[in-house]
Structure formats: structure tokens, C-alpha cells
T-cell receptor
Framework: DADVTQTPRNRITKTGKRIMLECSQT?????MYWYRQDPGLGLRLIYY???????NKGEISDGYSVSRQAQAKFSLSLESAIPNQTALYFC????????????FGPGTRLTVL | GDSVTQMEGPVTLSEEAFLTINCTYT??????LFWYVQYPGEGLQLLLK?????DKGSNKGFEATYRKETTSFHLEKGSVQVSDSAVYFC???????????????FGQGTILTIHP
């Protein structure tokens, strides 16, 4: 079984709808992250959480919110989706330490019409 | 803030050719350096890493050396294969201290295509 899972894997929605993307991990990591990937722009950090009570905005948090329901679960919400939020979204986890290697989920492809 | 400049792609090579993908960065503190790879239709996975100056990370025939004096972490492979076709991302992790500790900053990615 995958260590980091994301649901749904694909989603098509309409402008103005509320959308929630979910991430679960079995690695026992405290740190979790949400990124979006757009062609030619690499990955940009939306939100990150270093533990259940610690939530921080990344570089592009406008229009998004998150919830850290438990150590293993970190959800990303689009309160009112707009077309320029069409992108590939990745969740990642890390355990800290000297390397702080991040482990990525398979991604959610979101299309906002 | 932290930033990364990667060699622009796409890069197209023939099998068994030598590969270099350049990466330079600016980062706070003393960052760890990573190369991630994304195969078609998949998420990112760690390719190699280095944590201090002159360290050489290596994996699957790929190598990169942490050059602090030039703030670079260029990716190399002596003989590429068709299976190496993917998108490659250079990413420093911000140094110790402060709330940004351990955050990755990604380059825009370099698309690599290897032809038989």
C-alpha cells in the first residue's frame, strides 16, 4: 500500500463550487504539505503543517484553506473554485531531521470549468 | 526568499549520451539540496540528496555535488537510458532556524526525453 494517498485522483468541477482534496499518510510523519503544479512553474507551496496544531501559509495560499484533522490527515479546500485553480495538486509528508526528505502522494488533477 | 534556477528544457538526447542539468540556488541558512524526479503520470520521488558542502549525492547512475562556493547542484549521468525520460526538479531545503526550516523550494523542472 502507498505511504501517501490522495483522494480523489481526478476531479472536474464548476466555477463557484466548494472542493475538498484529502491526503492521508501511514509514515507517521508530523509534517505535511500541499503543493500545486502548473506547467513551467514547478511546484509551489500552498500550506504546510509541522504538527496537528501548527498550520502555516505557503507562497500561494489565497483562495485555499486547510484542515489537519489528525497527524495522518491533511485536507485542502477550495471554498469557491475558479478556473485558474485548475492544476495538479500534490500532498507531501516529511519527518524532519537532517535531510527532511519529503515523500509525495500521486497527485490530484483538478479541472475547474 | 529562497529561489532556484534550473536549466531550461526540454532536453532531448540519444540513449547512452552524457547528461548535465544545471541548477543554481539561493537559500537562507545552510540548506540541504535535493533532486526529485517525476515520471509520466506519477508524483515526485527523491532521486538524490546532499546535506553539506562537497557532498556528492548519487542514485541510479545520477550524481550531483553540493558546491557551496558557486551555490550549485548540477545533475549528471554518464550514459542515459530511455527509462530516464522524466521531469527533473532541483530543490534546496531551507536551513535550520525559524518557521521556514525544512521547506523545499522547487525549480521549474526540466523535461528530459531520451530517444533510442
Amino acid at each position: 500500500d502507498a505511504d501517501v494517498t490522495q483522494t480523489p485522483r481526478n476531479r472536474i468541477t464548476k466555477t463557484g463550487k466548494r472542493i475538498m482534496l484529502e491526503c492521508s499518510q501511514t509514515k507517521g510523519h508530523d509534517r505535511m504539505y500541499w503543493y500545486r503544479q502548473d506547467p513551467g512553474l514547478g511546484l509551489r507551496l500552498i500550506y504546510y503543517s509541522f504538527d496537528v496544531k501548527d498550520i502555516n501559509k505557503g507562497e500561494i495560499s489565497d483562495g485555499y484553506s486547510v484542515s489537519r484533522q489528525a497527524q495522518a490527515k491533511f485536507s485542502l479546500s477550495l471554498e469557491s473554485a475558479i478556473p485558474n485553480q485548475t492544476a495538479l495538486y500534490f500532498c507531501a509528508t516529511s519527518g524532519g531531521g537532517i535531510y527532511n526528505e519529503q515523500f509525495f502522494g500521486p497527485g490530484t488533477r483538478l479541472t475547474v470549468l | 526568499g529562497d529561489s532556484v534556477t534550473q536549466m531550461e528544457g526540454p532536453v532531448t538526447l540519444s540513449e547512452e549520451a552524457f547528461l548535465t542539468i544545471n541548477c543554481t540556488y539561493t537559500a537562507t541558512g545552510y540548506p540541504s539540496l535535493f533532486w526529485y524526479v517525476q515520471y509520466p503520470g506519477e508524483g515526485l520521488q527523491l532521486l538524490l540528496k546532499a546535506t553539506k558542502a562537497d557532498d556528492k549525492g548519487s542514485n541510479k547512475g545520477f550524481e550531483a555535488t553540493y558546491r557551496k562556493e558557486t551555490t550549485s547542484f548540477h545533475l549528471e549521468k554518464g550514459s542515459v537510458q530511455v527509462s530516464d525520460s522524466a521531469v527533473y526538479f532541483c530543490a534546496p531545503s531551507s536551513g535550520a532556524g525559524g518557521t521556514s526550516y525544512g521547506k523545499l523550494t522547487f525549480g521549474q523542472g526540466t523535461i528530459l526525453t531520451i530517444h533510442p
